[in-house]
């Protein structure tokens, strides 16, 4: 499964942004899906997942009512609504596929991630 991130950009806080996450093959429902997030000197950290069908989805606290994950499995593409941006958003925003739907790293394909920067 090959994955690509895109939709990144600089905004202004409290400015929205959607990133796409477009996936090669067809088995792309077959997978539960996450995003996850590194800034600078930073560790990469959990953002959002979202289970095959989409029925069940995951945020990080620190996104919980701002961003919205989604997916649509006829377009083998998922999605990251990401509204109310803030500065410390900023980071490059990697998507991730696996056959477990966790806020952990373990998943089994990651894509090359999109630059988001927020200025304030």
């Known amino acids: 499964v090959q994955l690509q991130a895109s939709g990144g950009g600089l905004v202004q806080a409290g400015d929205s942004l959607r990133l796409s996450c477009a996936t090669s093959g067809r088995t792309f429902s077959s997978y539960n899906m996450g995003w996850f997030r590194q800034a600078p000197g930073k560790e990469r950290e959990f953002v959002a997942a979202?289970?095959?069908?989409?029925?069940?989805?995951m945020y990080a606290g620190s996104v919980k009512g701002r961003f919205a994950i989604s997916r649509d499995n006829a377009k083998n593409t998922m999605y990251l609504q990401m509204n109310s941006l803030k500065p410390e958003d900023t980071a490059v925003y990697s998507c991730?596929?696996?056959?477990?739907?966790?806020?952990?790293?373990?998943?089994?394909?990651w894509g090359r991630g999109t630059q988001v920067t927020v200025s304030s």
């Open positions: 991730a596929a696996g056959k477990s739907l966790t806020s952990r790293s373990g998943y089994d394909y």
């Open positions: 979202i289970s095959r069908g989409g029925s069940t989805t």
